[in-house]
Each structure stands twice: as C-alpha cells, then as structure tokens.
C-alpha cells in the first residue's frame, strides 16, 4: 500500500535561522533539513561523519525507513560493529536540499504563497546542497567532520565538501564519483526529464493541487536510469533474454522479457517514495556539478592547500563514473602534495557496486581508511 510522504513525520528537522543564499544569489528563506543521526556524538565533537545519500536516496541509511517500511539503504554498513561503527562514531545523513522526505523541496510550502513551490522553486546546485549541511553542523556544534562520505551525487558532495570546506573536513571518501558530470550523464537526466514532462498527469508540476501525479513518466525516467546503474555483466547474468518460467513467445509488445519486468517493478515501486519535480531538481543539480569550471577547468586549483585526506573508490564495471574520472581527481590532488589513497575495486554489479551487501573488498577498504584516519586523528590509540 502506498504512503503519502505529508503523512509521514520526517524528525527531526533543522530549522535555518535566516536564509539560505544559493548559487544563483537567490535567498531561500524558510529552509529546513529533515536528518538522521546514529551513535552518540563524542564529549569534544570530534567523531561526526556525514554520509552523502546518492540522487534518489534519503536520511534513511540504517534502521526503517518510515516511508517504504524497509531497512535503511546502508542498514549492513551502519550500526554497532559495524564499518561505520555507531560504537565508535556518530553518523549523520541528511535529505538534500530539494529532496522529498522532509527537507526544504518542491514539494514543501512556500512561506510566501502558503502553497507548494512546485516549479517555482529555485534552482540549486550541488554546493548548496552542502551549504545546507554545513548550517546543520554549526547547529549541532561540530566545528570539523572526522570524515564525509558519499557516492555517485553524494561523491561530489563530499568532493564539494574538500573543496569548498577544506578545514572543516578532516577526511573526504568519494565513491563513484566525479569533479564533473559529463555530457553523457546530462544526456541521460535529460532523457528522464522529458519523459517527466511528456506525462500527461505533470501539468507543469503543478499535478499537487491536482490529486494526480505524472507517474508513467517518472517510472521512464527510473527505469533509463537504473540501466545506467548496472552493468551489461549484471544484467546478462541476472537476466539474459530469459522469459518469465515456462513461457514461450507470446509476439505482443507488452513486457515480456525478464529484464523488461524488472525495470518495469523499478519504476513502480520509484514512484511510490519519490517526487517528480524532486527528481527534475536534482538531476540538474547533478548537472551542473563542476568542480574546476570557477578556476578555468583547472582542477588542481581546486584543491590548492587542502589538508584533507582523501580515499577515493572506483569500480572497474562502473561505465557511468568510470575509474578515468576518479584517476584524474587522483592526479590533481597529487599535484597538490596531499594525503590520498585511491583504489579500483572488481565488481561485476556497475555503479550500485556501492550498496551491494556482499561488497566485502569494498567495506574492507573502507573500513581499513576509517581505523587509520581514527588513529591519525587521535580517536583510537
């Protein structure tokens, strides 16, 4: 059965006194950040990491998510014992700036109108994003993040976070990532976009007032997004050209193919936990990500002086954030004499290698990075 995020209570939320000055010098006034926190917060708040949720993800990375009834989408990475041990560490995720499950959105009201903003919303980037949380962490007293975490959207954020908040920052761990979308990716979030658009039920984003929602397009834009999140590997050794058991070709163009019912369930369960006009803000978000274009594409600029440590993460079956791009954040901060370690791990399963359960090289490395930043930073012996 499906849950109506209005009726869902996101606590706790952050209230920004003042407003929030994005990239485009509007001022965002009213501006909440629904989050979630796990762990205690050590006495001389030196123990914080923010975890970065990708695109379509949520402040939901352990325990239940209230809107899906599932576990949280980092719920085998997050807890006691675990790679990032509440034990030892306090995590905090946030939803994003433009999100849908609690924090300041087109979904939310505008305090001017009294109404949803729907379109009217500002346009934002990924730096705002992270101004959001940087306003979060001065609420909660934390004057330097032991580390951030993130991948794919939430790699560039802990990418924005070295690069714009450097002090504030002691390690940065992007994964999947890149200092720029390409053209390929924008490519496809416009492709996602116009299928948004193209529903009839989207009526300029406005659908709210109407009772309906564009969910034939938002379920085409999760679905030619989620090809790009496997790989041809995964999707042949999951899937190949199997007809669902003991069917034969039935010569209609309904779904027929396993894999076409796969990407078909994707999209229906999407559109049950996300918002459309959400999901047009962030796309672009993610489109405008570029970290060298303010220092005329020079990308070792970017991290001048920074005394941040780095792990970056690639995967060699990721073709949409492929190991080239995380190679040359590499080369860049090597021009900068600083601290990082890179590593291209194997796995078949393309960009979501992430999230995958059994990514024990991944969660080995990770885990390896964390024990040697705690040491540095004087949170272990």
Not at 276 to 285: E, I, P, W
């Amino acid at each position: 059965m499906e849950i109506e995020a209005a009726t869902v209570d996101f606590e706790p939320i952050f209230a920004l006194d003042g407003k929030l000055k994005l990239q485009s010098q509007v001022e965002l006034a009213g501006t909440q950040c629904a989050y979630q926190t796990y762990g205690t917060l050590n006495a001389d708040r030196s123990n914080a990491i923010m975890i970065c949720h990708g695109l379509t993800g949520d402040q939901y990375v352990a325990g239940t998510n209230p809107l899906t009834g599932r576990a949280g989408w980092w719920d085998h990475v997050v807890g006691p014992g675990l790679v990032l041990d509440t034990d030892q560490y306090f995590v905090i995720c946030t939803n994003v700036l433009g999100g849908c499950l609690g924090t300041t959105g087109p979904s939310t009201i505008n305090p001017d109108t009294g109404q949803p903003w729907n379109m009217d919303f500002p346009v934002f980037t990924v730096a705002d994003m992270v101004d959001l949380q940087v306003h979060l962490i001065d609420a909660l007293g934390i004057d330097q993040l032991f580390a951030v975490i993130g991948a794919s959207m939430g790699g560039m954020m802990a990418l924005d976070w070295a690069a714009r908040h450097p002090e504030r920052v002691f390690a940065s761990i992007p994964v999947a990532a890149s200092w720029r979308h390409t053209a390929q990716n924008i490519a496809f979030h416009e492709v996602g976009r116009r299928a948004i658009t193209a529903d009839a039920d989207w009526h300029d984003g406005a659908y709210r007032g109407l009772g309906v929602k564009p969910e034939k397009g938002l379920a085409a834009a999760r679905m030619v997004a989620h090809i790009t999140y496997l790989s041809e590997t995964a999707f042949q050794e999951k899937f190949g050209r199997e007809l669902p058991r003991d069917s034969k070709l039935s010569f209609v163009l309904d779904p027929e193919f396993e894999v076409e019912r796969y990407l078909d369930h994707q999209g229906k369960t999407f559109v049950q936990r996300f918002d459309a006009a959400s999901y047009m803000y962030l796309t672009r978000a993610m489109d405008y990500f570029d970290l060298a274009a303010r220092h005329d594409g020079d990308l070792a600029a970017v991290f001048k002086g920074v005394g941040t440590r780095f792990l970056l993460v690639s995967f060699t079956s990721d073709w949409l954030f492929p190991t080239a791009e995380s190679r040359t954040i590499v080369r860049a901060l090597n021009a900068n004499a600083a601290d990082v370690s890179f590593i291209e791990i194997p796995a078949d399963y393309g960009h979501d290698s992430f999230l995958i359960e059994s990514a024990t090289d991944f969660h080995d490395v990770l885990e390896g990075f964390l024990d040697g930043s705690a040491r540095r930073r004087g949170l272990k012996p």
